[in-house]
């Protein structure tokens, strides 16, 4: 054992033996190797997947956080316009109903001025033919007096009493 373990024993006295060392190097690299291409890459791999998953769910819902803030404002701006459009018709709908009653009214109006020159001109022909019946009265009852006063000759008295009756006669016929 001689020289060949001299040289691989450096001061055994101390310990260190360097055989054992290289040994324990190369399996560690062994082992660092595998951990790389088994443990290491795999994990790798895993977290870059775990890492792009994330970073597409924050992507996601950025995009869902601004599409939804997209709806609030269309949503807001529609309700907006509804509100306007409530509005005009309800402004439209006075204004019609104004106009409505302007024109019922007119209309009642004229209907009532109708009625008024239809009910004056019914008075007047009634007035009319009241002066008629009464006219048409008065000259029979005079021919009738007259033909009463050439049948027999009356004293005074005879007339007033006559008279008398002819204006009873008149007044009961009314």
Same mark, same amino acid.
């Given at each position: ?16 033996? +360097?055989? =054992?060392? $290289? +040994? ?6 062994? $082992? ?10 795999? $994990?790798? =791999?895993?977290? !870059?997947?775990? @890492? ?10 950025? /995009? %869902?956080?601004?599409?939804?803030? !997209? ?9 907006? !316009?509804?509100? &306007? ?17 302007? %024109?019922? *009214? ?15 001109? @019914?008075? #007047? ?9 009464? &006219? =048409? /009265? +008065?000259?029979?009852?005079? +021919?009738?007096?007259? %033909?009463?006063?050439? #049948?027999?000759? $009356? %004293?005074?008295? =005879? &007339? &007033? ?5 002819? *204006? !009873? ?6």
């Amino acid at each position: 054992m001689g020289a060949y373990t001299g040289w691989l024993v450096i001061g055994a006295e101390g310990g260190l033996m +360097v055989g =054992d060392m $290289l +040994v324990q190097l190369i399996f560690f690299l062994v $082992l660092l190797a595998l951990l790389g291409k088994f443990a290491w890459g795999p $994990l790798m =791999d895993m977290l !870059k997947e775990r @890492e792009s998953y994330i970073s597409n769910e924050i992507d996601t819902a950025e /995009k %869902s956080r601004e599409e939804a803030q !997209k709806m609030q404002r269309d949503a807001s701006e529609e309700l907006k !316009k509804t509100r &306007q459009d409530a509005q005009a018709i309800i402004e439209e709908a006075k204004k019609t109903a104004g106009q409505q009653e302007q %024109s019922i *009214i007119n209309s009642a109006r004229t209907e009532a001025e109708r009625i008024k020159v239809s009910a004056r001109e @019914e008075i #007047e022909q009634e007035k009319e033919k009241a002066i008629q019946a009464l &006219q =048409d /009265k +008065v000259a029979s009852l005079s +021919v009738l007096i007259a %033909s009463k006063v050439i #049948e027999k000759e $009356l %004293s005074e008295q =005879d &007339q &007033q009493k006559l008279i008398d009756e002819y *204006i !009873k006669e008149v007044g009961e016929e009314r």
